[in-house]
């Protein structure tokens, strides 16, 4: 019965996403989440997302490219990291609804909002991933470019990444660049949560946590930013 359940699910994914789903045992495994145990989903989604990362990295940079002719590297690199951040395959996910689908355990199911942000935009990859190697990369691309059409049609220069602005704006002070401390990591092997503390010459550290160092440290640095009034965020 769950079997059923399960393949009528994966129908209205394909109908909703507008792409066939020939290999259910492969989306399966595109919605599947680590914290998963004891059903015989052995594995999860992570080496999809390893794969759907580069797959949507391509499409918008190869989009990119030929839409800003006139745009240097670092400003075609500035729109890539906005548009392939986390959170902006999280509001993908969002619109597709996808979190709806994703098979994951009992902890995980407790988790709401922002604090699932990365596992929606997990499931965004690695399901390009599972579209890229069924259907083959225009269908990928396809894909990608109908979900991401009017953000990659915005005219706008991506802001700088926290990190970046910081160093920037460090400099101006001083030499000296901003330093990196890893205080603390907390949590499940499979969902770490890693405390950073950001020391800048000439006014008060900072903290940022994330899944990652690098997620952790860039929370950090628009800690700082927006304390000192550099930025706000968005929204």
């Known amino acids: 019965m769950a079997r059923v359940k399960r393949e009528k699910t994966l129908d209205a994914l394909a109908e909703t996403i507008g792409v066939p789903i020939r290999d259910r045992e492969r989306f399966e495994r595109a919605?599947?989440?680590?914290?998963?145990?004891?059903?015989?989903?052995?594995?999860?989604?992570?080496?999809?997302?390893?794969?759907?990362?580069?797959?949507?990295?391509?499409?918008?940079?190869?989009?990119?490219?030929?839409?800003?002719?006139?745009?240097?590297?670092?400003?075609?690199?500035?729109?890539?990291?906005?548009?392939?951040?986390?959170?902006?395959?999280?509001?993908?996910?969002?619109?597709?609804?996808?979190?709806?689908?994703?098979?994951?355990?009992?902890?995980?199911?407790?988790?709401?909002?922002?604090?699932?942000?990365?596992?929606?935009?997990?499931?965004?990859?690695?399901?390009?991933?599972?579209?890229?190697?069924?259907?083959?990369?225009?269908?990928?691309?396809?894909?990608?470019?109908?979900?991401?059409?009017?953000?990659?049609?915005?005219?706008?220069?991506?802001?700088r990444d926290p990190k970046t602005a910081l160093q920037e704006w460090a400099h101006q002070s001083g030499p000296t660049p901003p330093r990196y401390e890893t205080i603390d990591r907390s949590g499940p092997d499979h969902e770490p949560v890693f405390t950073i503390r950001v020391v800048v010459e000439g006014v008060a550290p900072a903290e940022g946590q994330g899944r990652s160092k690098r997620i952790a440290e860039q929370e950090a640095a628009a800690a700082v930013l927006r304390r000192e009034g550099v930025w706000k965020d968005r929204d």
Not at 52 to 62: F, K, S, T
Not at 89 to 115: H, M, N, P, T
């Open 31 to 159: 919605l599947t989440h680590a914290s998963l145990q004891g059903d015989g989903a052995t594995k999860s989604y992570e080496r999809l997302e390893f794969l759907g990362d580069r797959v949507l990295g391509l499409v918008i940079a190869e989009r990119l490219f030929g839409q800003f002719p006139e745009a240097d590297e670092g400003e075609l690199s500035l729109r890539l990291n906005a548009l392939v951040s986390a959170e902006a395959c999280a509001e993908i996910a969002d619109q597709i609804g996808l979190f709806d689908y994703v098979r994951q355990g009992s902890d995980l199911k407790k988790l709401k909002g922002d604090r699932t942000r990365n596992i929606r935009a997990d499931l965004v990859e690695s399901l390009i991933a599972a579209i890229y190697l069924g259907e083959g990369l225009e269908t990928a691309r396809d894909f990608i470019v109908r979900h991401w059409g009017e953000r990659l049609d915005a005219d706008v220069i991506a802001r």
